[in-house]
């Protein structure tokens, strides 16, 4: 490693900094009739920048690299000339590293082998149970990762981190539902949850809309608010189209991202430029506070740096990225939320049918209930917008779910939100 | 020995990405990926694959014990000089400043891969794709959704600047002088020859692709071969000889050639898409159209290319076919929701057209429909027949790969058009 950034500093460079990942990974794959798909694989790439003392670094990406690849590519790279005119940001590299007490590892990723064949069971043996629908597909994919993060500043670290996915892809006639659960530990991956989760989603078959009310209380599932948080996501990143301070929220609303959760799939140490991992609340106090960020996006807004740069297995530049999207959960439970709402609709799904600016519109699923009473099933159009979902958000739960939507790991309670009907679609 | 090979396909890979990229703000990034592996699959009893990073692509094939890959490095064509392409690129880089954009972003990227095969027959092949594209992106006002105008090129040939500048100036001007429409309405819908043809990949392509078929995703079904799938004018193929970027005898990844290129012949479903694996479940012959992103990534069932042959009418005849209708410019992107029978395609600059001329510029607008409606609502096919400007790419299973389309103008009947977008 050290070899390798000197390499950097002789082409020229000021500073430079690198990730290295090694990866292994064994992958399962089946469906209804079909026989099971193995794959294994290992990579191992080493992602590195120089960075000059003005404009952006460039960046560089090679397999399985040696001393005289990464000087072949440094020289590539420093014959690009000037990268722009404004301050480089190589003074924010950390050049120091502490311990992180986190629990993301699992020896049994050493037994990886065995894993399909005993999932494949649990899965068959699961189906029974499920009369109507069927299973169309479901994989399974165990991986180690071993990072190791230095720059020329001083810093070194390293963090080995493991990740089990499994997805299930459930059919019941022309409805179907995909989901995905992921955990650092093989035991905390459980299918009959997931199966559940899956046939809460498929919901019945048909649904008709709801009472033509003027308004109405509608209270989201965790995996309903996963899709709306990742679908806002973009403007909680470094270059959203609002600025920390811009935007008001409901008090209730507290959202973190939180690399420090143990198991979950976004946890981790520190991020890819070498940046410990800290909670950065993003809403608080009905404000809209930061925005995570890698440290060339804090550089170019003069933001806080949040630890946040994260880079794909070939990508030689991070991008701000999350770690575990959070809605912090209340004292309410949800059997008092719905109480308390008296008679409206419970979303259990919502899917993404169009966007116009920050507006976005859904099909919305779920059920009317009264009191805690669930009634019959109910499809309808949902139309929000950034600005006014979170600041009509009036109850949130205290009944968390993790759940992985659009490849973010999100953790959501149950929330409350009022709709007005406006024609044929309710507005949040 | 040969029973043996029968189930075991090898490749050895290497891979070089050079992307440079110049914003308004000032900044140029400049990165560059090499990547080089080996892939073992042996597909006897389900389908076991094993793959490895290496350190170049020689390691790779001695590893995969590939023996035609000692002249590697002379197959793959020198890398672009970032310093010499962006001094090339200036007069663009001036005339982008000059458009008033809120914010702009030029990206430069080439692509050279060259793979060691060795397929069922035991026989090596190499393959060899490069592809270098220019892309311009904008936005006229700050929260605007991004407008983006691009071509691709073959290594060594150079890129139309002026063409892609009149492009953009064309969007931006249709943008800002849009007179948007309000609700949607069902009207003829006629799309630009060359790059339109990214719609027939998306509605028919993907539903002729054997895993859509076996799965029961795709509207088509094996008993539909011999039948009519799609208006009589259309006929589909997956090559055309004239088309620079895929040679004739172009082999997949598990080095195969796809024999019969007929699709859709007079709108008669003629044969699937396929790779090994999916011919053989489909009970049909068809190969030759196994694609992999990488050698990390599974192999899949994927279209290199597709076109619409030319057709009788002429541009004129069939614009002036059209007594209200929609002239579809430029083409984004687009979903297919099969098990649904819908799609919706994005569409960033249109115009109207009214008794036969193209009339005032309505934005971007949404196209959507039904699929099997679609497919049959071609109603005039034009003698104009145009290639892409190579920069298609299709996205399958997180896996993105360059694609070829073509088409002459072409007109469809009955699609939903609204106004904005969806995503």
Known sequence: MRKFLDAGRQAGFREADLRRLRLESVEWQGGAGEAVTFRRGTSHTVALRGFRDHGFPVGGCVSMPTLKEVRRVYRELQRVGVTGTGTGFSDLLPDAARKVPLSIHDPRISEAESLGEEMDSRISELMIRQSGIELAGWRLRAEERKVNVANTRGLEAKYRKTLFSLTLRLRDGDREVEVEEQRTHWLQLQPDRLLGRAVFLLGPRSGRNPPRWRSVGLVLSPFASASVLRDFAAALRVSGEYSPGDIRCAPQVQIIDSPLVDGMPGSVPMDDEGVMARETPLVEGGRFKARVTDLAGAAREGCPITGNGFRGIADPFPRAGFTNLCIRPSVISLERMLKETGRGILITRLRLRGASGTDRTYGAEGYLFKGTELGEPVRFALRTAFLSYFLKIDRVSRESVPTVSGGISVISPYLRVEALRRGDEWVV | ?423
């Open chain 2, 1 to 423: 020995m040969i029973a043996m090979a029968q189930h075991r396909i090898v490749m050895a890979e290497e891979t070089l990405v050079q992307r440079i990229e110049v914003d308004s703000w000032g900044n140029r990034k400049l990165s560059l990926t090499r990547r080089a592996g080996a892939v073992e699959r042996s597909l006897q009893r389900g389908e076991s694959v094993q793959w490895r990073e290496a350190e170049s692509f020689e390691k790779a094939a001695a590893e995969a014990d590939l023996h035609g890959g000692k002249s590697a490095g002379s197959r793959l064509p020198p890398p672009l000089d970032p310093g010499l392409t962006m001094r090339q690129q200036r007069p663009l880089l001036e005339a982008l400043a000059s458009l008033d954009l809120d914010q702009w972003t030029m990206v430069i990227r080439s692509f050279r891969q060259h793979r060691l095969v060795r397929g069922r027959s035991g026989a090596e092949h190499n393959v060899v794709h490069c592809h270098e594209g220019l892309h311009l992106r904008g936005r006229i006002l700050p929260g605007d959704r991004e407008i983006e105008v691009g071509e691709g090129r073959l290594p060594g040939e150079s890129f139309n600047r002026d063409g892609l500048l009149q492009r953009l100036r064309g969007v931006v001007e249709n943008r800002r002088r849009a007179r948007p429409f309000n609700g949607s309405l069902s009207l003829p819908v006629v799309l630009a020859a060359g790059d339109g043809g990214i719609i027939w990949h998306e509605l028919m392509g993907h539903s002729l692709e054997g895993d859509h078929v076996l799965s029961g995703d795709s509207p088509l079904s094996p008993d539909d071969i011999g039948r009519r799938v799609m208006s009589q004018e259309v006929t589909l193929s997956a090559r055309c000889e004239t088309d620079p970027f895929l040679s004739r005898k172009l082999r997949d990844d598990e080095g195969e050639t796809c024999r019969h290129h007929r699709l859709i012949e007079d709108g008669v479903l003629r044969r699937f898409i396929c790779d090994g694996s999916t011919g053989k479940r489909l009970g049909v012959p068809e190969r030759g159209h196994a694609r992999q992103e990488s050698f990390d990534r599974p192999v899949l069932p994927r279209m290199f290319a597709l076109y619409l042959r030319p057709g009788k009418a002429s541009f004129e005849d069939v614009l002036g076919s059209v007594r209200r209708g929609i002239y579809a410019a430029e083409f984004g992107l687009g979903r297919v929701l099969f098990r649904k029978g819908r799609f919706a395609f994005y569409i960033p600059s249109a115009f109207l057209i009214e008794n036969g001329r193209l009339g005032p510029p309505l934005g971007p607008v949404m196209v959507q429909g039904d699929l099997k409606t679609a497919f049959r609502a071609v109603s005039m096919v034009g003698d104009d027949f145009r290639l892409d400007r190579g920069i298609s790419f299709c996205h399958k299973r997180g896996q993105v790969l360059h694609v070829r389309v073509g088409q002459p103008t072409v007109r469809v009947d009955g699609l939903t058009v609204s106004p904005g977008v969806a995503e």
